[in-house]
């Protein structure tokens, strides 16, 4: 069974960093190494936002309020994905929850970590 696990988040004063992990487990790493992984966030009362993206070709993408930022960080080897988080500000407030979806020619699955808490404020 396919599980993904986060870890990184914490509190941080503005301007500060952190760097989220998402290690998966349970999937045969030919699968791991092309899905297309995202990172969203979704902080109390809002709607889960995307935050960035990774393809299987390591494309990378981010969201306009976080560009410049963030960073998107792949480990094949370890089957780990990281979200690099530069000059935090107290919008960055947040759950953040991996997904990592195959591709083909696997399955068509989808996967999510459980999420992690980021705090920013002073």
């Known amino acids: 069974q396919v599980r993904l696990v986060e870890s990184g988040g914490g509190s941080v004063q503005p301007g500060g960093s952190l760097r989220l992990s998402c290690k998966a487990s349970?999937?045969?790493?030919?699968?791991?190494?092309?899905?297309?992984i995202e990172w969203y966030r979704q902080s109390p009362g809002e709607e889960r936002e995307l935050v960035a993206t990774m393809s299987r070709g390591d494309n990378t993408d981010y969201a306009d309020s976080v560009k410049g930022r963030f960073t998107i960080i792949r480990d094949n080897a370890r089957k780990t994905v990281f979200l690099q988080m530069n000059s935090l500000k107290p919008e960055d407030t947040a759950v953040y929850y991996c997904h990592v979806i195959q591709t083909p020619p696997y399955a068509s699955r989808d996967y999510w970590g459980q999420g992690t808490q980021v705090t920013v404020s002073s």
């Open positions: 349970g999937m045969i790493t030919s699968v791991w190494n092309i899905c297309n």
